[in-house]
């Protein structure tokens, strides 16, 4: 299914093929940072300094601007990720890369074992290509469960979302209540264009998954997740089998 659009490529998903770092573009970015640091300072000073702020890292371009920015200012939050037990090998990889880059350890979390062994003991290993309402059961026991945890006793997350990803993000706010999880949720890159992300990861020369090499602008787990063709919505390599309004994993539930 990849090969159909390998040969085309979305405007800026990887440093290689993102536009010049133009002055202007350098300008931007430097804004858009300080204004992400003012954000997070004041959240640690109104919301506690002692990791009640946690970041959910989906180890995408986004969440790499925001690990970086976390780990190199040595800001007081927690760093997480979601390890479903399907991700792709090269995300792994780049666990690995970012932990020996910052000479940190990223806390992971995993999905609880008995949904897991009875879902695909009942439906089968790849049901979620089967019905929007099985994938949305494998998502919520490999994501939405483990997030529920990870989130358990804190005040605020953090998520690298921007409002010009989808349909369904158009109107992401900087900072929001989340009824959902009961906490406030800062979106700090909402207003981040994709040509600032990858300006950043090259300014600062961060570590991203390959697999944005190879046209991947948003990575999820491997089996829902291919690379997209020129113009294509940058989403739209996720759940591509299903309508762009149902496609969220239910981690982003909207108030
Ligand atoms: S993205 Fe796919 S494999 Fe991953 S949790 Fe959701 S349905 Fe399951």
């Known amino acids: ?19 010049a770092l133009t002055d202007l573009l350098k300008a931007a970015v430097a804004q858009k940072r300080e204004a992400v640091l003012v954000l997070l300072h004041a959240a640690v000073a109104e919301l506690g300094d002692q990791h009640q702020i946690t970041f959910a ?13 976390i780990l190199r200012e040595q800001l007081p939050i927690e760093i ?14 780049l666990i690995a ?23 695909v ?6 049901a979620f290509y089967e019905s929007v309402d ?3 059961a494998c998502c919520h026991m490999r994501k939405v469960e483990p997030l529920r945890r990870a989130l358990d006793g804190k005040k605020a997350w953090i998520t690298g979302m921007r409002a010009q990803q989808s349909a369904t993000r158009a109107e992401l706010p ?11 949720k800062f979106n700090p ?23 944005h090499d190879q046209f991947y602008p948003s990575i999820g787990c491997a089996p829902c997740t291919r690379a997209v063709a020129m113009g294509e919505d940058i989403r739209a390599g996720r759940w591509w089998w299903e309508n762009p309004d149902s496609k969220e994993c239910g981690l982003h539930v909207k108030s």
Do not use: C
Request: aromatic share 10%; net charge negative; glycine share 6%.
């Open 134 to 136: 099985l994938r949305k």
């Open 121 to 126: 003991r009942t439906h089968g290993i790849n």
């Open 174 to 184: 900087l900072r929001q209540f989340d009824e959902g999880n009961g906490l406030e």
């Open 57 to 69: 890292n989906s180890m995408g371009a986004e969440d790499m601007v925001l690990t970086d920015l």
């Open 189 to 211: 890159l909402s207003d981040w264009t994709e040509q600032e992300v990858w300006a950043y990861i090259r300014i600062y020369q961060v570590p991203y998954n390959k697999l």
């Open 97 to 119: 890369d970012v932990e020996r880059t910052y000479n940190t350890r990223l806390k992971l979390f995993f999905p609880q074992p008995t949904p897991v062994e009875n879902y």
């Open 80 to 93: 997480f990720s979601l390890d479903t037990g399907r991700l792709p090998t090269e995300t792994y990889d």
């Open 1 to 19: 299914m990849n090969g159909e659009v390998s040969l085309l490529r979305p405007a800026a998903s990887n440093p290689a093929t993102s536009p």
